[in-house]
């Protein structure tokens, strides 16, 4: 089954619009075609199975859809993203199982975005008329994205490690500890906004100010360690402190590609 989603998740990240799976000892059992299903219904955008029979399946890949232009996805990936660590916090603050819950199903939504830009810089990569047509200058700014796309994925996945942690507390965290961590997560949520947002205008000074953050975001960790040292969930807190102090670090990565993208014109300017 996980070798057959592989399979399938390649052929689409390397841009084939129609995908023909057979297997080669006969007919695609049960098992296989689930996961097929399986794969298409949580990973691909804009994909559907176009044939079905005993011994093989054919998917296809919509490929015009203007209003899934790579920019307008990254976006929806950042709020996404965005939105789950904000519900992370809720749910710790809470203690809400069905919230924490609810996050680590989004994560899906966040990595079949994920695939969808992928295969969209590999297809820009192969033209230049593409890659004018998704809103990109440069054959160089598909590496950035490619930086900034994996960067908001592992920030969803930060959301999905605190939710989940959050459900090993025996009790509410204190209202004082809470503050200092939401306080923390705001700040880091502040770098994310801020980087996304010079990435996507090309907003060389608003870039560098997110990288000019970044040590600010590791005093911020020190001082709330240095105030909970005696708490009996200090080794939990420890590990979400780390998951925010990531989320600025990656937002960091993503204001960089930003700088990297506009360096030339600030220098021309």
């Given at each position: 089954g996980e070798s057959i989603k592989r399979r399938v998740v390649s052929a689409y990240l390397a841009g084939y619009n129609i995908i023909h799976i057979r297997n080669k000892d006969g007919m695609i059992t049960p098992k296989q075609?689930?996961?097929?299903?399986?794969?298409?219904?949580?990973?691909?955008v804009s994909t559907e199975i176009i044939a079905d029979s005993s011994n093989f399946i054919t998917l296809q890949t919509l490929t015009s859809l203007p209003e899934l232009s790579i920019k307008s996805v990254l976006r929806r990936m950042?709020?996404?993203a965005s939105a789950m660590h904000k519900d992370a916090m809720t749910a710790l603050r809470d203690l809400n199982r069905e919230l924490a819950d609810s996050i680590i199903n989004s994560d899906d939504e966040v990595d079949k975005f994920s695939l969808y830009i992928m295969r969209n810089l590999v297809?820009?990569?192969?033209?230049?008329?593409?890659?004018?047509?998704m809103g990109l200058?440069?054959?160089?700014?598909?590496?950035?994205?490619?930086?900034?796309?994996?960067?908001?994925?592992?920030?969803?996945?930060?959301?999905?490690?605190i939710a989940?942690?959050?459900k090993e507390f025996a009790s509410k965290p204190s209202?004082?500890?809470?503050n200092k961590i939401?306080?923390?997560?705001?700040?880091?949520?502040?770098?994310?906004?801020?980087?996304?947002?010079?990435?996507?205008?090309r907003d060389?000074?608003?870039?560098?100010?997110?990288?000019?953050?970044?040590?600010?975001?590791?005093?911020?960790?020190?001082?709330?360690?240095n105030h909970i040292t005696n708490d009996q969930n200090l080794s939990n807190y420890k590990l979400i402190l780390e998951d925010l102090r990531r989320v600025a670090e990656y937002s960091s990565d993503i204001s960089e590609v930003a700088i990297n993208h506009t360096i030339d014109e600030i220098i021309i300017s």
């Open positions: 075609r689930e996961a097929i299903r399986e794969v298409v219904r949580r990973n691909l950042f709020l996404l297809l820009a990569s192969y033209s230049e008329r593409v890659l004018k047509d200058l440069r054959l160089s700014d598909t590496l950035g994205y490619r930086v900034a796309v994996k960067s908001i994925e592992r920030v969803a996945d930060h959301a999905v490690a989940n942690k959050s209202r004082d500890i809470m939401e306080d923390m997560s705001n700040f880091a949520l502040s770098m994310f906004e801020d980087a996304v947002e010079a990435l996507l205008r060389y000074d608003l870039a560098d100010n997110v990288a000019e953050k970044a040590y600010t975001i590791k005093e911020m960790e020190k001082e709330i360690i």
